[in-house]
């Protein structure tokens, strides 16, 4: 198990690397200029001269080359140090540690509801008999899928909002707040669940497996709950360590929405602006959650189920007596 967690810590490492890369590049092609923005910020609109303009990118380092620009930025990740913000002049990694609370707090209740909501909506598909209402139940991950999170967002505001008034819709006061956005940023992942875990679910109740469990005088509820249930989380829990990155990303479309201050409105923000230390910092940090979770998933499934440790247990064996 050491081992295996070192490679993939390592794994993790060069996925960080490609990340912290591929974002600093694209950033570097996107039409603008950063020092424009600050230098905009700064005089209120009111202009510069051409001279300034490029005073200001010699003291941002804009007029290096990108290989030196990359190295210099790449250095500095590596002490922790992602510069300062081109909108507010403060610390980077500071400021996006500000944002991160309120994010992960929309991200695990969302997570919660997916996990509620496809669960229960695969178990409801596998326990109905009726062909009909099977089929219907199965559609909705799809329906899910197919709309657009912001879409879904503006629908549920005017009615729970402006219209019902029964959940606050803007800000991120309370407990209240999060439920709207939360429910919002769950639906996709709520259907990768639900797909997943009732198509398992339709394999492990098999006509024959069904057949010689309702021989032995078991029930159907049984049969879901204490027998194919099981035997079906495993790619479940697969897809969580997929989602939770889904999770992150999402909630730049569910905080504008919602208002909501979080990393989500601040990466929009810092895209508009190219504000490069903020974007960088937001995109590692999503990829650092995303590998950390395949991480904890991947020593998680021999503890769901041991067959999997006793087959790398096995194949370890084989090859030290070969």
Same mark, same amino acid.
């Given at each position: ?8 810590? *390592?794994?993790?490492?060069?996925? *960080?690397?490609?990340?912290? @890369? ?34 200001? !990118? $010699? ?16 250095? =500095? ?14 610390? &980077? ?31 409801? @598909? ?16 799809? +329906? ?30 309370? *407990? ?13 992942? @709520?259907?990768?669940? =639900?797909?997943? *875990? ?5 394999? &492990? ?5 069904? $057949?010689? &469990?309702?021989? !032995?005088?078991? #029930? ?13 989380? +495993? ?7 997929? =989602? ?37 910092? $937001? ?15 991947? +020593? ?14 096995? @194949?370890?064996? $084989?090859?030290?007596? #070969?």
């Amino acid at each position: 198990m050491g081992s295996f967690v070192l490679k993939r810590a *390592l794994h993790a490492l060069g996925v *960080l690397w490609a990340t912290f @890369t591929a974002a600093f590049l694209l950033l570097y092609v996107l039409p603008g200029d950063a020092a424009l923005s600050k230098m905009n910020l700064g005089a209120g609109g009111s202009g510069f001269s051409a001279e300034a303009l490029e005073r200001m !990118r $010699a003291e941002m380092g804009l007029d290096r080359s990108v290989l030196v620009q990359y190295l210099r930025a790449l250095a =500095a990740a590596l002490h922790g140090d992602f510069g300062v913000s081109v909108q507010t002049g403060q610390g &980077a990694l500071p400021m996006f540690a500000q944002a991160v609370p309120e994010t992960l707090k929309l991200a695990a209740l969302a997570l919660v509801f997916a996990l509620l909501l496809g669960t229960g909506l695969s178990l409801l @598909t596998a326990y109905v008999r009726s062909q009909k209402l099977r089929h219907a139940l199965q559609a909705l991950p799809v +329906i899910g899928v197919s709309m657009p999170s912001f879409w879904i967002g503006l629908v549920l505001l005017q009615i729970f909002s402006f219209k019902l008034r029964l959940l606050p819709g803007m800000g991120n006061e309370g *407990l209240a707040n999060l439920i709207l956005p939360a429910f919002v940023l769950a639906i996709p992942t @709520t259907a990768l669940i =639900a797909q997943i *875990l009732s198509r398992g679910l339709r394999s &492990a109740l098999g006509p024959a497996y069904v $057949a010689t &469990a309702q021989g !032995r005088g078991a #029930s159907r509820a049984r049969l879901i709950f204490g027998h194919a249930f099981r035997n079906s989380v +495993i790619p479940v829990v697969t897809a969580l360590g997929m =989602a939770s990155g889904q999770l992150i990303a999402g909630s730049v479309v569910v905080e504008t929405v919602f208002s909501r201050s979080g990393i989500g409105l601040l990466t929009v923000k810092a895209v508009l602006f190219q504000d490069t230390p903020i974007v960088l910092v $937001a995109v590692l940090f999503a990829a650092s959650v995303f590998v950390t979770v395949n991480l904890i998933v991947d +020593i998680l499934y021999p503890l769901i189920d041991p067959r999997i440790e006793i087959g790398v247990r096995r @194949t370890a064996g $084989a090859g030290g007596r #070969s």
